[in-house]
């Protein structure tokens, strides 16, 4: 009852700073003026269609008839967040709170995953929740979940299915040591379903589907938990553990992890689908296909036919020609959109691009919006300011939990190395997964806000971290007092850099000297 009790009040804790004047600025900020669109016509057209010229401003009064075409539109990301953030226009409406009422929803939602999660991890009540107070207090995710991007549904897709993977390991660890006593012959005790695994693929499917990054920490988990089983079973003195372990735990874990997450994620595109003609007739030779040598795709000239032919000899089903086509211009769809992000996107610039080698100091932010040189005694700038008054809303992360979680990822690796506690490998293998993948794009237009999906990890080793510091007892110490004044003093600057940040993660009007005194590095500016 304390931990739900506790991880409730903050959810709502988290809830009320994200809805705080959430529709401000009153305007599409950043990327939110293609995917607050597309989210509004894949809940009424069933797929994102192109729009006219002003169609901005005119969404802006208030407007939302006559301002989308019957040509669909060529999106580059999957639709699950666009799904989301249509769904909060749905019921919202469509204006800033609506397009952005999606992300504060699920970004609260995520700090109550995050406190659960921890407490699996840890099992501590007490870290599970300190967990989730401070993933609360960063400025990344305070940000992005009060705009209308596709990262912090990604974020949270991907914590759901990596909490479900660690559970799973316990699962297996506890049933594989309740049959120690028993004989358990020579591949030792083998368990084909997996609940969580399971759920765990439908998790990453969700999030594939919203970003395919999230295919890298899918693999990464998916390996770590085969390796999980295969110490397991080792434990029972079985012969040749890891590679038996690859049978009978590798390929059960590959169908419930990647099985289920590739069915959710084809499923995810069934507006697209169920559209696919449309798409056929103007997007089958788009820009992007200049980079496979031109030419309309291969199944945009056949036509669609009903099921006629025989029976299949091994399934006895007719699958219809027409699904056949469908799902080959999918797959020819997806060729585009990968020659975009691969291709495309090489030659692109963008003032607030960031090297991924620095993302984990917070080396360069996005400034998603500004409202620059506002003169003293006007839009509420006091006339004795001593300078003109400023709104902005900046991408940065809390740099006191990003800087100390760096220390804390080093710490981690030296302990999940020297003590072989698999609980510190667990935000070392998750900062990998989400992190050095990106090192390989450093020449391309990529962005710091991108690290959302780092933060969980980052927030887990700091959690880790600190019950380190405080011992496994609650004894009082010399151990344990040393580590709760450093923890306490820690937590605290962290709840200062929140307050301080505040102004410039929300909108806030502020002085320009205000504003100065908050960019700590010059790459900020």
């Keep these: 009852m304390y931990a739900l009790g506790g991880a409730a009040l903050l959810t709502l804790f988290s809830f009320v700073l994200r809805v705080f004047r959430i529709g401000e600025p009153n305007s599409f900020a950043f990327d939110e003026t293609y995917y607050a669109k597309h989210g509004w016509a894949l809940t009424h057209f069933g797929y994102a269609r192109s729009y006219v010229d002003d169609a901005d401003a005119k969404i802006l009064t208030g407007q939302t008839d006559n301002l989308w075409t019957d040509t669909p539109e060529m999106i580059v990301h999957p639709e699950v967040g666009k799904w989301l953030i249509g769904a909060g226009e749905m019921i919202f409406g469509m204006d800033p709170t609506g397009w952005r009422m999606a992300s504060a929803i699920v970004g609260s939602l995520m700090v109550l995953v995050m406190c659960r999660f921890a407490t699996r991890v840890t099992g501590s009540v007490f870290l599970g929740l300190l967990a989730g107070f401070l993933l609360s207090l960063d400025g990344l995710h305070l940000v992005l979940s009060r705009l209308a991007l596709l990262d912090i549904f990604l974020a949270f897709f991907m914590l759901l299915g990596v909490h479900c993977v660690v559970a799973d390991r316990q699962w297996f660890t506890r049933r594989t040591a309740e049959a120690a006593d028993q004989p358990v012959g020579t591949w030792g005790p083998v ?160 003032t607030y691009a960031s090297k991924p080698w620095g993302w984990l100091v917070q080396n360069r932010p996005v400034g998603v919006d500004a409202q620059l040189d506002i003169k003293p005694d006007t839009e509420g700038c006091g006339a004795a300011a001593d300078s003109s008054c400023l709104r902005q809303v900046l991408l940065l992360g809390n740099p006191i939990l990003w800087w100390g979680g760096c220390v804390a990822l080093v710490a981690s690796l030296v302990l999940w190395v020297g ?107």
Excluded at 419 to 436: C, E, H, Q
Excluded at 464 to 489: D, E, H, K, W
């Design 191 to 350: 368990w084909l379903y997996r609940p969580w695994l399971l759920a765990a693929g439908l998790w990453f499917g969700l999030a594939v589907g919203t970003k395919w990054t999230a295919l890298y920490p899918l693999a990464a988990f998916g390996v770590w938990a085969w390796v999980s089983n295969a110490v397991a079973r080792r434990s029972l003195r079985v012969r040749w553990a890891v590679a038996k372990s690859a049978l009978v735990d590798g390929v059960p874990a590959f169908l419930h992890l990647v099985g289920v997450a590739f069915v959710v994620y084809v499923l995810s595109w069934t507006g697209w689908m169920l559209n696919a003609e449309e798409y056929e007739q103007h997007l089958s030779d788009t820009q992007y296909s200049r980079f496979n040598g031109g030419g309309k795709w291969p199944s945009a000239t056949q036509p669609d036919a009903a099921c006629d032919g025989p029976l299949d000899a091994v399934t006895s089903l007719c699958v219809p020609k027409e699904a056949v086509q469908t799902l080959r211009s999918l797959a020819s769809y997806h060729r585009d959109v990968w020659n975009f992000h691969t291709e495309f996107l090489n030659d692109a610039t963008h």
């Design 419 to 525: 003590r072989r506690d698999w609980r510190f490998g667990v935000p070392v293998v998750g900062v990998a997964a989400t992190w050095l993948p990106w090192l390989r794009y450093d020449d391309r237009t990529i962005f710091l806000f991108y690290a959302i999906a780092i933060l969980p990890f980052v927030v887990l080793s700091l959690t880790l971290c600190i019950g380190a510091l405080l011992g496994p007892t609650l004894r009082a110490s010399t151990r344990r007092t040393v580590g709760a004044v450093v923890s306490g003093v820690f937590v605290g600057a962290v709840v200062l850099a929140f307050g301080w940040f505040w102004p410039i993660w929300t909108d806030q009007l502020i002085t320009h000297g205000e504003w100065m005194r908050r960019m700590w590095l010059k790459s900020w500016i």
